[in-house]
DNA sequence: ATATAAATTATAATTATTCTAAACTGTTGA
DNA sequence: TCAACAGTTTAGAATAATTATAATTTATAT
């Protein structure tokens, strides 16, 4: 559970102002025990479900955008008609439960030695990512 | 370069209609040599230089889903405003060119040994994609 | 040929996201 | 302390991709 001092001198490090909304984004998306992965949707009605001033969509959507371009949150490849972020920013993969459209982290032991061996001429890696999809077994593929 | 034929029988044998439209965007879709990856947009495009009278977006849509559907396409995973498709419907992987915003197929000895060694229980795997995203060496990342 | 289901179409509707411009707030330094 | 300025927030409009609608057209089986 961090303090808001926490949050504010984090914010002010990287050039942020500590707004009040901002402070609550923080709360809302990092004090908590896992990983969350969430699309701009979730992280605003989970917004709103604690709070009674209400903080505009606008302001969801540039703060998330901020903290991702300071590397405090990842964005997930999914094609899709949402964005998925998430705030585990460590080097990790994922599985997508089609059935229920979420997100689940993979375990390290999940991926085996994962070896990009090439890379495109004059070009660097930014981020590797794989994708699992994942959907009911007796479910009809059609 | 396949014929016309080869092409209604597929999809009659698939159970799509061999419509006008559906034959030329196979034409448009299969007649290359080397794998086609496309938005919807670069599709339309690509018809409606091809062709005097139009297809409607609509139907490229329907089309596109439909083939999709039947395992002729693969969409392809990029947090991105628009979907990515693929002719290429074998397992392999992608390079994502962020400065182009340009997909391209690696090669099968880039990625080396990847071995998915557990799952969510209850569950299939339906695909595995590894999205690696690259960009210019000297870009501003911020 | 004709009936029927499937497909196409233009257009409207929907949805996620970005833009805009005005109002507001945090910070700096006189 | 407080004025000034840049950074932020905001509601709402704008944009863009995609899907839905409902009428028309087409493919095919009888």
Redesign the pocket.
């Known amino acids: 559970m961090l303090k808001n001092s926490e949050f504010i001198d984090k914010l002010?490090s990287s050039?942020?102002?500590?707004?009040?909304?901002?402070l609550k984004i923080c709360e809302v998306l990092f004090n908590r025990d896992k990983t969350f992965h969430f699309?701009?949707?979730d992280l605003a009605k989970n917004i709103s479900e604690q709070l009674n001033?209400?903080?505009?969509?606008?302001?969801v959507?540039?703060?998330v955008?901020a903290f991702k371009n300071k590397g405090y949150l990842k964005e997930i490849s999914i094609n899709s008609?949402?964005?998925y972020f998430d705030t585990n920013i460590t080097n990790h993969h994922h599985f997508f439960d089609e059935d229920s459209n979420e997100l689940i982290d993979c375990d390290e032991d999940v991926i085996e030695n994962l070896n990009i061996k090439k890379n495109i001429t004059g070009k660097k890696i930014n981020s590797v990512e794989v994708l699992i999809k994942v959907a009911s077994d007796n479910q009809n593929q059609n």
């Not at 001033?53 to 302001?59: F, N, R």
């Open positions: 002010r050039g942020l102002r500590p707004t009040k909304q901002r699309t701009i949707n001033e209400k903080i505009s969509l606008a302001t959507y540039n703060t955008h008609d949402k964005s």
